[in-house]
C-alpha cells in the first residue's frame, strides 16, 4: 500500500520523527542532519503503525491549548530545526 511505498523510500541516512502530544518536548529536541517530520491528521493524530516506525515521537508545546493544527505544528517544528542548526 502507500504506507509501505513510503517506508521503503525513505532515504537510508534519513531518521522517522512523529509530531504528536505526550513525545519529547521540542525544546529540548536535539534534530538530526537528516529527518522526516510526520504529522498526524487534526482529529486522530499518528496512527500507531507510523508510530512504531519513528524514531522518537516530538511534541509541541502549549501554554493555553491541548495542542495545534497541523499546519501549525509542522512550522513551529520547521523554525525550530531552522533557529538550532547551521545549514
Known sequence: ??????VSS???DAQLFGVEMG????????HPKRAIYLLGSEDMGLPSYAMDK????????SVR???YNVA???SIVMWD???KHDF
Not at 513525545?23 to 536535539?30: H, Q, S, T
Open 81 to 83: 530545526r531552522v533557529t
Open 65 to 67: 491549548r491541548e495542542s
Open 23 to 30: 513525545g519529547i518536548p521540542l525544546r529540548k529536541f536535539k
Open 10 to 12: 525513505i532515504p537510508h
Open 72 to 74: 501549525v505544528a509542522g
Open 54 to 61: 519513528c524514531v522518537d515521537i516530538v511534541s509541541v508545546e
Open 1 to 6: 500500500g502507500v504506507w509501505d511505498e513510503f
